[in-house]
């Protein structure tokens, strides 16, 4: 399975970014974006199950990120809005068989996007 993420780029303070990951196979897997900010190891954002019956996010993106799904589409988004500069990293699709908010736990990864947030 191959992942593609897109929608990346340089956004000032409460701006808005929508971040695209699209998977190379029609089977729904479960998705999850992680994010990874220089010198700092890669945690979790947000998660959402094969079907969209669950959803999970971190304390910090909680009211200003949204998950959602097209399985038509094979695509996995991320809105995210009022922007920090400290959502400032690179942003990293994944693809699990069980889903998971673990990093180790995912099957397959993307290149990954990155979102910069500043003035």
């Known amino acids: 399975v191959q992942l593609q993420a897109s929608g990346g780029g340089l956004v000032h303070p409460g701006g808005s970014l929508r971040l695209s990951c699209e998977a190379s196979t029609a089977t729904p897997y479960n998705m999850a974006w992680f994010r990874q900010a220089p010198g700092k190891d890669r945690e979790f954002v947000s998660a959402i199950s094969w079907n969209g019956g669950i959803i999970r996010y971190t304390d910090s993106v909680k009211g200003r990120f949204t998950i959602s799904r097209d399985n038509a589409k094979n695509t996995v988004f991320l809105q995210m809005n009022s922007l920090r500069p400290d959502d400032t990293a690179v942003y990293y699709c994944?693809?699990?068989?069980?889903?998971?908010?673990?990093?180790?736990?995912?099957?397959?990864w993307g290149p990954g996007t990155q979102v910069t947030v500043s003035s």
């Open positions: 994944a693809a699990s068989r069980v889903y998971s908010h673990s990093a180790a736990r995912q099957d397959y």
